[in-house]
């Protein structure tokens, strides 16, 4: 049996702890994360959090941060000495934060983003949302390059206070424990973000050498075993047992919502097997459901516990439960019946969104998702240096810009542009708030210095002076983070 929770008070903080056998493990978790930003402040969570451990000279392998699409958490695992070390200085540091090591937490997030890859996951959820919530984790943290100390300051203040807070230990709470973050905020809710408007069951291309298929569906206990069985079937047709090949995911999103995903990885020749034993999968599961044998395997082998309603879940033990003997656990929760599971699966069915690697081709009954923009700007149209596509175009006037290659048009209106990269050479990257994103080198399009500045003067207003990209290192420290948005 898992441990009883005990809940207390600690400075302000609401605590909960539960007495579990291993060193002392505390987390600090405040209710922020990248759901929080905008593709134009993407990072300034992450420097918020990087500034408030600076200065800390104890810092080791089991202190540091951990960023996540709801929650920032600051994490201790050791001795009781070195634990309530780290928690005193945390808790100093975001009550008057020390601006002056302001660029020194900067550069520390800027290497971390460059070793920052979002996974397939990652991308389906961008495919999504566009560069919005969820959606941001496919996207580099742009906020890193221009946010200043007001900036920072306005997300401490806000976000960063006791009210907003939930502290987990393993221990009962020990001599000398303080947390004193200063008061002053308000329990932040999670925002409620709308997915785009797409077509579905649908498909599109990455880059990857695997096939994934996900979904956005309702919480419910069918859902929460549905990628586990998915995952199950998989391995048994495509590996004959449990394999690194296939993985699934659960993301919890708020407001009743969870992103689903099934990833399969197999070589080159049995890609197209792959992708027709994921497809079949999905479809049988929906038309006749689980064996009962399959959901009581994944009854034994879950690692969490479900939640109905993760708004009070993540309240409750943050984006992640760090109790480790309670994240494990689900012996209070009755497991579905296949029929709650079948539901799932057809949720799953009809909201499918496949990634598949390019060129592959898929099923008619599946339609690619829109690879072109709806709308064509209209303005002064550029064309192609000897060093261009010779087929391309580049339209800019007074909406936006289009443009057009290879037979696709991508096309970023202005008052929708959500961020605008200008780089020293002069390269501009405009991301739109429907997905859509354009690159523009104006060295390979006569007279490309004037389609550059008509972009700057219609996107000025969500530019981003691109910092150079830091020294590579070896050792990236303690900050064990997801890209720690």
Same mark, same amino acid.
């Given at each position: 049996?898992?441990?009883?929770?005990?809940?207390?008070?600690?400075?302000?903080?609401?605590?909960?702890?539960?007495?579990?056998?291993?060193?002392?493990?505390?987390?600090?978790?405040?209710?922020?994360?990248?759901?929080?930003?905008?593709?134009?402040?993407?990072?300034?969570?992450?420097?918020?959090?990087?500034?408030?451990?600076? !200065? @800390?000279?104890?810092?080791?392998?089991?202190?540091?941060?951990?960023?996540?699409?709801?929650?920032?958490?600051?994490?201790?695992?050791?001795?009781?000495?070195?634990?309530?070390?780290?928690?005193?200085?945390?808790?100093?540091?975001?009550?008057?934060?020390?601006?002056?090591?302001?660029?020194?937490?900067?550069?520390?997030?800027?290497?971390?983003?460059?070793?920052?890859?979002?996974?397939?996951?990652?991308?389906?959820?961008?495919?999504?949302?566009?560069?919005?919530?969820?959606?941001?984790?496919?996207?580099?943290?742009?906020?890193?390059?221009?946010?200043?100390?007001?900036?920072?300051?306005?997300?401490?203040?806000?976000?960063?206070?006791?009210?907003?807070?939930?502290?987990?230990?393993?221990?009962?709470?020990?001599? !000398?424990?303080?947390?004193?973050?200063?008061?002053?905020?308000?329990?932040?809710?999670?925002?409620?973000?709308?997915?785009?408007?797409?077509?579905?069951?649908?498909?599109?291309?990455?880059?990857?050498?695997?096939?994934?298929?996900?979904?956005?569906?309702?919480?419910?206990?069918?859902?929460?075993?549905?990628?586990?069985?998915?995952?199950?079937?998989?391995?048994?047709?495509?590996?004959?047992?449990?394999?690194?090949?296939?993985?699934?995911?659960?993301?919890?999103?708020?407001?009743?919502?969870?992103?689903?995903?099934?990833?399969?990885?197999?070589?080159?020749?049995?890609?197209?097997?792959?992708?027709?034993?994921?497809?079949?999968?999905?479809?049988?599961?929906?038309?006749?459901?689980?064996?009962?044998?399959?959901?009581?395997?994944?009854?034994?082998?879950?690692?969490?516990?479900?939640?109905?309603? @993760?708004?009070?879940?993540?309240?409750?033990?943050?984006?992640?439960?760090?109790?480790?003997?309670?994240?494990?656990?689900?012996?209070?929760?009755?497991?579905?019946?296949?029929?709650?599971?079948?539901?799932?699966? !057809?949720?799953?069915?009809?909201?499918?969104?496949?990634?598949?690697?390019?060129?592959?081709?898929?099923?008619?009954?599946?339609?690619?998702?829109?690879?072109?923009?709806?709308?064509?700007?209209?303005?002064?149209?550029?064309?192609?240096?000897?060093?261009?596509?010779?087929?391309?175009?580049?339209?800019?006037?007074?909406?936006?810009?289009?443009?057009?290659?290879?037979?696709?048009?991508?096309?970023?209106? @202005?008052?929708?542009?959500?961020?605008?990269?200008?780089?020293?050479?002069?390269?501009?990257?405009?991301?739109?708030?429907?997905?859509?994103?354009?690159?523009?080198?104006?060295?390979?399009?006569?007279?490309?210095?004037?389609?550059?500045?008509?972009?700057?003067?219609?996107?000025?207003?969500?530019?981003?002076?691109?910092?150079?990209?830091?020294?590579?290192?070896?050792?990236?420290?303690?900050?064990?983070?997801?890209?720690?948005?």
């Amino acid at each position: 049996m898992p441990p009883e929770v005990q809940r207390t008070n600690v400075d302000g903080v609401e605590t909960l702890w539960a007495d579990a056998p291993g060193p002392l493990e505390a987390t600090l978790t405040f209710r922020v994360g990248a759901v929080d930003e905008s593709l134009y402040t993407r990072g300034i969570t992450t420097l918020a959090a990087r500034l408030a451990l600076q !200065g @800390f000279d104890g810092v080791t392998r089991g202190l540091g941060v951990s960023g996540y699409l709801h929650t920032t958490a600051f994490n201790a695992v050791g001795d009781a000495a070195e634990v309530l070390s780290f928690l005193r200085h945390v808790s100093q540091t975001l009550s008057r934060p020390p601006m002056e090591r302001l660029e020194a937490a900067r550069e520390v997030a800027l290497v971390h983003d460059r070793f920052y890859h979002p996974s397939v996951e990652d991308g389906l959820l961008s495919a999504r949302f566009g560069p919005r919530g969820p959606g941001l984790y496919g996207y580099r943290h742009l906020g890193l390059h221009h946010a200043d100390a007001d900036a920072v300051s306005t997300v401490i203040e806000r976000y960063f206070r006791r009210e907003n807070a939930l502290l987990t230990l393993n221990k009962p709470p020990p001599a !000398g424990l303080s947390v004193a973050v200063a008061g002053g905020g308000t329990e932040q809710p999670i925002p409620r973000l709308d997915p785009l408007p797409l077509d579905l069951p649908g498909w599109c291309e990455f880059g990857q050498e695997d096939v994934c298929v996900s979904s956005l569906q309702r919480v419910t206990r069918g859902s929460a075993y549905l990628h586990g069985i998915v995952a199950a079937r998989l391995n048994d047709k495509l590996h004959g047992s449990e394999s690194e090949s296939v993985r699934s995911g659960y993301g919890p999103l708020g407001h009743g919502l969870v992103h689903i995903s099934i990833e399969a990885r197999a070589e080159e020749p049995r890609l197209a097997e792959a992708r027709d034993v994921l497809i079949a999968t999905v479809d049988d599961l929906a038309a006749w459901g689980p064996r009962t044998e399959e959901v009581a395997a994944v009854t034994a082998a879950r690692r969490y516990r479900w939640a109905g309603d @993760f708004d009070s879940y993540s309240r409750l033990l943050g984006r992640k439960a760090y109790l480790r003997q309670l994240r494990e656990s689900d012996a209070d929760d009755p497991p579905p019946g296949p029929d709650d599971v079948q539901e799932a699966a !057809g949720d799953l069915s009809r909201n499918a969104l496949y990634a598949v690697p390019k060129r592959m081709a898929m099923p008619v009954t599946i339609a690619a998702v829109a690879r072109s923009s709806a709308h064509t700007v209209e303005g002064r149209t550029y064309l192609p240096t000897g060093d261009g596509d010779s087929d391309a175009r580049l339209t800019v006037g007074p909406e936006g810009v289009t443009l057009t290659l290879r037979g696709r048009r991508s096309t970023v209106l @202005f008052r929708h542009c959500e961020a605008m990269e200008q780089w020293e050479d002069g390269v501009r990257a405009l991301y739109g708030s429907d997905g859509f994103a354009l690159r523009i080198d104006p060295r390979l399009w006569a007279d490309g210095a004037s389609a550059v500045a008509a972009v700057d003067a219609g996107a000025g207003g969500v530019a981003i002076r691109m910092l150079p990209d830091p020294p590579k290192v070896d050792y990236l420290g303690p900050e064990r983070s997801r890209g720690a948005g």
